[in-house]
């Protein structure tokens, strides 16, 4: 079945230690997304891309870094995770140019920090 | 005013009843709207778009109103099933693909 996949499903860092998220997709949608969702909170979108064109919303801190090395894969790269970091991190695709198209979101990444 | 506003709940109702979701939103160029669902600690999935002219699958029904930039979801015959938080979605603005979620309502059918 066509999907979107994230790895690892739970993942526990040190505070300050460099971790990176996965998230690969079979629906060869080539718009990706990266959400942090907080609990009891609406999911925040922090970056997007449209292709490769990369799209960082205004308040997402640097410490948050993204690569799409291409159309089935997308990273989101966490330079220093802070205990305000722990959060799930949900990956969504959707088809560009139609602003109805649905978001299809995988089954998102627990982040811990320790 | 936040982008998309909606009533958290928890909305507590027995199997079988009839419960109805509200939810604001600010842009008036907003052309796409949508409720998902979201299960505890699971990732959100489209429950249905909205429509202007309104629209229905099975027990559920969705409204919008533009003029006054609002949204409705109509849960009738309530199952155990449906408990669930349910996310009022909308797009940013005009022609784009970003979404912006209200942080859900949160629904507990009971037997």
């Known amino acids: 079945d066509a999907m979107v996949i994230q790895n690892p499903r739970y993942q526990v860092t040190q505070f300050g230690k460099p971790v990176t998220l996965s998230c690969s997709q079979t629906l060869n949608h080539n718009v990706m997304y990266w959400y942090q969702q907080k609990s009891s909170q609406a999911p925040k979108l922090l970056f997007h891309?449209?292709?490769?064109?990369?799209?960082n919303e205004a308040d997402t801190p640097d410490n948050f870094q993204s690569r799409r090395p291409n159309t089935s894969f997308c990273f989101l790269d966490i330079r220093s995770p802070g205990l305000g970091d722990a959060a799930m991190y949900l990956c969504a695709t959707s088809r560009e140019g139609l602003a109805g198209n649905e978001q299809f979101f995988g089954p998102g990444t627990r982040l811990t920090v320790l | 005013r936040k982008e998309v506003e909606q009533d958290p709940g928890p909305f507590n109702v027995p199997e079988g009843a009839t419960v109805a979701f509200n939810c604001t939103y600010s842009n008036s160029a907003s052309q796409s709207f949508f409720w998902y669902r979201q299960d505890c600690r699971k990732e959100p999935k489209l429950l249905m778009s909205?429509?202007?002219s309104g629209n229905e699958d099975g027990r559920f029904t969705a409204q919008l109103n533009r003029a006054s930039q609002y949204i409705s979801l109509l849960i009738r015959d309530s199952k155990l099933s449906d408990s669930a938080t349910y996310l009022c979605?909308?797009?940013?603005?005009?022609?784009?693909?970003?979404?912006?979620f209200g942080t859900g309502t949160r629904l507990q059918v009971f037997p």
């Open positions: 891309y449209y292709d490769k064109d990369f799209n």
């Open positions: 979605v909308v797009n940013v603005g005009y022609n784009t693909d970003k979404l912006i």
């Open positions: 909205v429509y202007s």
